[in-house]
């Protein structure tokens, strides 16, 4: 069945580091990928995206290429901050069919357990 | 835009109790979704909907019904709560389409007694 697998922490770092999280999924078909991030206390928040092969995600310095042959996405970043501390999700989407509902296909997340990382001063 | 819009922020249940967590969302989204968020279980998916009147059951469904009168509200009532239903409840809506991502609610912190 589908699934991803992401390194789970907890990660620290010290600020300025460099950052990778890796992840690697298991899918059928062709997924877009998605990497969420949470702060404490908050909601998920769509850190970046890429739907189709060698394609690279970027937003916030945080960057992503879309490796097929691999089937990985992994998150990096150049030099992390103290304010980058949060827990990340790596979601690739899938397109799924509903057991109970006939002939209802539609996009499902799979998300991985998330890695917590922690930037100290 | 105010995104999606859960309430209650925190409730605290007793067990056996009934109640609805309430999720709004004002971006015309088609797909709404419930996670439930436990520490070491990541995500789970409890319910889902693809449009008004179309509903299914996720991985974690038994307990908590669901449904879609309308494109804009998805509540997620919690049949009779028990102390297993403890967690953090996320509400989430996207577009229909690979190239979307969710957007989600503050989340609800449940706890039951």
């Known amino acids: 069945g589908d699934s991803v697998t992401q390194m789970e922490g907890p990660v620290t770092l010290s600020e300025e580091a460099f950052l990778t999280i890796n992840c690697t999924y298991t899918?059928?078909?062709?997924?877009?990928l998605f990497w969420y991030v949470q702060y404490p206390g908050e909601g998920l928040q769509l850190l970046l995206k890429?739907?189709?092969?060698?394609d690279k995600g970027s937003n916030k310095g945080f960057e992503a290429t879309y490796r097929k042959e691999t089937t990985s996405f992994h998150l990096e970043k150049g030099s992390v901050q103290v304010s980058d501390s949060a827990v990340y999700f790596c979601?690739?989407?899938?397109?799924?069919?509903?057991?109970?509902?006939?002939?209802?296909?539609?996009?499902?997340?799979?998300f991985g357990p998330g890695t917590s990382l922690s930037v100290i001063p | 835009n105010a995104g999606v819009t859960q309430t209650p922020k925190f409730q605290v249940l007793k067990t056996g109790q009934s109640m609805t967590l309430q999720c709004a969302q004002d971006?015309?989204?088609?797909?709404m979704s419930w996670y439930r968020q436990d520490p070491g279980m990541g995500l789970r998916l409890i319910h889902y909907?693809?449009?008004?009147?179309?509903?299914d059951q996720g991985e974690v469904p038994n307990g908590y019904n669901v449904s879609r009168s309308t494109t804009e509200d998805f509540p997620l009532r919690l049949l009779s709560a028990a102390p297993s239903q403890t967690s953090v409840y996320f509400c989430?809506?996207?577009?229909?389409?690979?190239?979307?991502?969710?957007?989600f609610g503050s989340g609800t912190r449940l706890t039951v007694v």
């Open positions: 971006m015309n989204h088609e797909y």
């Open positions: 989430a809506s996207r577009e229909q389409g690979a190239s979307y991502g969710y957007t």
């Open positions: 890429a739907t189709k092969a060698d």
């Open positions: 899918a059928t078909g062709y997924p877009s």
């Open positions: 909907s693809v449009g008004a009147g179309i509903t």
């Open positions: 979601a690739p989407l899938v397109h799924s069919q509903s057991k109970r509902l006939r002939k209802t296909s539609y996009d499902k997340v799979i």
